[in-house]
């Protein structure tokens, strides 16, 4: 909106953008989580003070690029293996603050391995899952985490147990795993929502700066274009359907 | 008084890591290199030197492990035998892709598949060829000594920073098993993390501390710019080949015919040039120390006034298809290879030069 000046009184700010969010327009869909996850890492970043010694690791999916948006260091990772990148880093800088960012592809599927023994292991990072149920970046294929009777373009049909198993719970998986003293389930398709999650956002960063062993955030998202809705649609049907299957709450919180 | 000490190779290269002030090494057993990482599990470097030594679940993990270390300007490194190496392809892709420095090791074994782990050289192709996907090289060095596996590992970290690429010691089950005597250098230090900031600032992930942040990335979605990247890339690879060749020759001065060989197949082409020369025979060796940079011009002129070359590996003739493309004469090149774990016993080498010899009479 070039020269448009809009002045907000003192008083009456209620909201600013935060100044470690870069000037690149994001890339991400309308309707699409990714960019007020991306937000919230941001912010909670700049809330603890902690950009000049945090190290990002993102994935290959629609939130590789999340290093265009947040202005601290990023390792962009192999598909699937952030967390073995971001063990590696967290190990060689025990002082730093280490987090991944990775969809259901790259985190419950190729890099399910990679991403449970950082958990078993007790690594001190955080881990941000952004499940969307849907390879976004690939087109909307389906995932591991699809629902029961979803289609997608894999899966025309609508997902069918006998094909396809079911809906892969790993949130619920890693909080059995003794390295791991936090998980939770968030999402971010209200304001009210939005809040809670960076509540937990920063005390998983928090915890992680208290070398706690992992902290696991799932965001349950949505992927309008992979869905093939309107961002308003998309977050009623995350609403009716995604948040049934994957409840929001904390898992395990030691 | 300098420090001598009889071990494997494969303790070698663990004591060369944290002598030379490696930070960080992560590695998955295989059998015959697990003693680099049980070696180093024993030592307990992060006691002494702060180095830290990392157990994965896998190959894939050591290897992405090891592309997150480099991208924070770390020395670190990796090692496994064949099957492992096949795992590694991506992620030395990724790491020469955003122009890393690291350290792997391939102490090779035969295949194909799970095959044996008795010593072979079938990986040549592999680490000089299609170490992964995309158009990069790696840096290959090859010892033919435990020494070199120690040495090597100095030299490797040097190259890997000097040129920001992966560097591979591509050895073999013999030499990493075969104990010797080895001269150990006194400690290195490891590098600060400002030591690391002033050396590799400009791109390294250490925290973006009093400066713009900086991106550990191999991705580039701009056709255009990834092509620039390319060229960019191939410019490195022709400095390398042009300033890296590392050789070792004797007597070819005066030889008739010449034995090209690495690794373990050149200290048995040493003995077979020995028989020959008892027996009058002119042979001379040459011994490719690096493998990538490839000793092309050397092997072109010495094409011009050898009889011919006979290539000696373990495996079913790799090598010596870059010796074909390096001489621009007619001289013959022959290979001689054992597959399989079967390491060629110097005198069943010896009669197939005297038929290669033969057969040009
Ligand atoms: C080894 C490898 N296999 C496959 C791909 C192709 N690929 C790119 S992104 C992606 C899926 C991403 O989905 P997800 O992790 O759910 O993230 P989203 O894009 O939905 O945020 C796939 C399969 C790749 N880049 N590398």
Redesign the pocket.
């Known amino acids: 909106m070039a020269g448009l000046k809009v002045e907000i009184k003192k008083e009456n700010l209620v909201y600013k953008r935060t100044e470690l969010l870069t000037d690149n327009t994001m890339h991400y869909c309308p309707g699409c989580s ?1 960019g007020t996850i991306n937000k919230l890492v941001a912010e909670v970043v700049a809330e603890l003070g902690i950009e000049e010694s945090t190290i990002g690791i993102t ?5 590789a690029f999340a290093y265009n948006y947040i202005d601290i260091d990023w390792i962009q990772a ?3 293996r952030a967390c073995a990148v971001a063990s590696a880093v967290k190990r060689l800088h025990p002082e730093k603050m280490v987090f991944t960012y ?6 419950a ?2 890099g399910t391995g990679e991403s449970i023994h950082a958990c078993n292991r007790g690594e001190n990072i955080t881990i941000i899952y ?1 499940n ?1 149920a ?5 087109g909307g ?1 389906m ?1 591991p985490t699809t629902l029961m009777g979803m289609k997608t373009t894999t899966s025309p049909q609508g997902r069918d147990s006998s094909l396809h198993g079911y809906p892969f719970k790993i949130a619920d998986m890693v909080a059995h795993l003794d390295g791991v003293s936090y998980v939770t389930r968030q999402s971010v398709h209200t304001a009210a929502a939005t809040r809670k999650a960076k509540k937990a956002l920063k005390k998983a960063f928090e915890k992680s700066l208290a070398n706690k062993g992992v902290s696991f955030i799932e965001f349950v998202a949505t ?1 309008s274009s ?1 869905w093939k809705m309107s961002p308003v649609a998309s977050n009623k049907w995350l609403e009716d359907n995604m948040l049934q299957a994957y409840p929001v709450g904390d898992l395990k919180d030691i | 008084m300098e420090e001598i000490k009889l071990m494997k190779g494969n303790e070698a290269v663990a004591i060369a890591a944290v002598r030379s002030g490696c930070d960080g090494y992560f590695g998955y057993p295989i059998t015959p290199q697990s003693e680099i990482l049980e070696t180093l599990m024993a030592e307990k470097p992060w006691e002494t030197t702060g180095m830290i030594v990392l157990q994965a679940e896998s190959e894939v993990a050591s290897i992405n492990m090891v592309y997150g270390g480099a991208s924070c300007g770390k020395r670190v490194m990796t090692s496994s035998s064949s099957p492992g190496i096949s795992l590694m392809s ?1 992620g030395l892709s990724y790491i020469a892709g955003a122009e890393l420095p690291c350290v792997i090791v391939n102490v090779q074994r035969g295949g194909p598949g799970l095959g044996t782990i008795q010593p072979s050289q079938g990986d040549y192709f592999q680490a000089v060829k299609a170490a992964g996907h995309g158009d990069f090289d790696l840096i290959v060095l090859a010892p033919s000594s435990v020494q070199e596996m120690y040495d090597f590992v100095y030299d490797a970290f040097d190259l890997a920073f000097k040129y920001r690429n992966p560097v591979l010691i591509l050895s073999d089950g013999a030499i990493g098993q075969m104990m010797e005597k080895v001269v150990i250098r006194p400690q290195t230090a490891r590098k600060t993390n400002d030591e690391i900031i002033e050396e590799c600032g400009s791109w390294a992930v250490t925290g973006k501390r009093g400066r713009t942040r900086n991106i550990s990335t191999s991705v580039e979605l701009d056709s255009v710019e990834q092509e620039k990247f390319n060229e960019k890339l191939q410019a490195k690879y022709k400095t390398i080949r042009e300033t890296e060749v590392r050789f070792e020759e004797i007597n070819c001065e005066d030889a008739d015919f010449v034995i090209v060989a690495y690794g373990l197949c050149a200290r048995i082409s040493s003995k077979v040039m020995e028989m020959g020369r008892e027996e009058g025979i002119k042979i001379g060796l040459l011994r490719p120390i690096t493998l990538l940079p490839f000793p092309t011009e050397r092997l072109n002129e010495l094409s011009k006034r050898v009889k011919g070359f006979l290539v000696v590996e373990m495996n079913a003739g790799q090598m010596v298809q870059d010796v074909r493309l390096s001489v621009t004469t007619d001289v013959p090149v022959e290979h001689y290879g054992r597959m399989g774990g079967i390491i060629p016993a110097p005198s069943e080498t010896f009669e197939a030069l005297k038929r290669f010899i033969n057969k040009l009479k």
């Open positions: 990714h994935p290959v999916g629609c939130s192999a598909h699937g990775q969809g259901d592809g790259d985190l599927a190729i952004v969307n849907t390879y976004g970046m690939t294929q995932s992927c992979g | 991506e």
